[in-house]
């Protein structure tokens, strides 16, 4: 029994590696059951055993990836993310986790780029859709908590701000993701978020993103990154 739950396991995830490669390479709309069994090597009767249809497939395909406006922007515990300068720490990470995790890269682009949301894909939507809501509501509560120490300026309410913020690093990202990898998305997206920040803070805010001497040394710490990376 305990051999066969292991092998239960291993089918399912080459049925999930499967999926995801298909939807990749062709789109959500375009591929069928019978393409993931085929590109597996399995049954369409194995995946019924594992999967009742293609949505439920890609619901298990999505959460395996950690996606990064789930993993660094969720609501669920935004105490420690009360600052611009943390919002801008959570990007970065953000950016330089999407760089490095190829399955979170791959189920991102098929998210936003080989989906429509259409049909039996409607529900798909809607986790989307909370997950997206999700980390607005903790941008907001940072950009309450920066307005209420005095920090935000006067012509930006938390919900705009959040807004303009999110699509700033959302825009960097799809377009990251459009040209496929055509360029660094850490430095870019530093340079926008930075930016972005100047345009939402006061002058004299405690941002140490927007002093000089940190982008000397953020650009050091990037350089030693990718020279480990290349490695």
């Given at each position: 029994m305990r051999r066969t739950k292991e092998d239960a396991l291993l089918t399912r995830e080459a049925i999930l590696d499967a999926a995801e490669a298909r939807f990749y390479d062709?789109?959500?709309?375009?591929?069928?059951?019978?393409?993931?069994?085929?590109?597996?090597?399995?049954?369409?009767?194995?995946?019924?055993?594992?999967?009742?249809?293609?949505?439920?497939?890609?619901?298990?395909?999505?959460?395996?990836?950690k996606l990064p406006q789930e993993a660094f922007f969720s609501d669920e515990s935004p105490g420690a993310r009360?600052?611009?300068?943390?919002?801008?720490?959570?990007?970065?990470?953000?950016?330089?986790?999407?760089?490095?995790?190829?399955?979170?890269?791959?189920?991102?682009?098929?998210?936003?780029?080989?989906?429509?949301?259409?049909?039996?894909?409607?529900?798909?939507?809607?986790?989307?859709?909370?997950?997206?809501n999700a980390m607005h509501?903790?941008?907001?509560?940072?950009?309450?908590?920066?307005?209420?120490?005095?920090?935000?300026?006067?012509?930006?309410?938390?919900?705009?701000?959040?807004?303009?913020?999110?699509?700033?690093?959302?825009g960097v990202i799809l377009e990251w993701l459009r040209s496929e990898r055509g360029f660094d998305l850490v430095t870019v997206g530093g340079n926008v978020v930075r930016s972005v920040i100047v345009g939402f803070a006061c002058p004299g805010a405690p941002v140490a993103c927007l002093e000089e001497k940190s982008f000397a040394a953020e650009a050091a710490c990037g350089g030693e990154d990718q020279a480990v990376v290349r490695s």
């Open positions: 062709f789109g959500v709309a375009s591929t069928t059951l019978s393409h993931i069994a085929a590109a597996a090597g399995l049954t369409r009767g194995a995946i019924y055993w594992h999967f009742p249809n293609k949505l439920e497939l890609f619901r298990a395909m999505h959460e395996r990836a009360r600052s611009l300068e943390e919002l801008y720490t959570n990007s970065i990470e953000a950016f330089r986790h999407l760089e490095r995790d190829e399955r979170a890269r791959r189920v991102l682009t098929i998210l936003l780029l080989r989906c429509e949301y259409v049909g039996e894909m409607q529900d798909a939507m809607m986790r989307r859709t909370d997950a997206d509501r903790t941008i907001t509560a940072i950009f309450a908590a920066v307005q209420y120490r005095g920090e935000l300026k006067p012509e930006w309410k938390p919900e705009i701000a959040a807004t303009a913020y999110v699509c700033a690093v959302g």
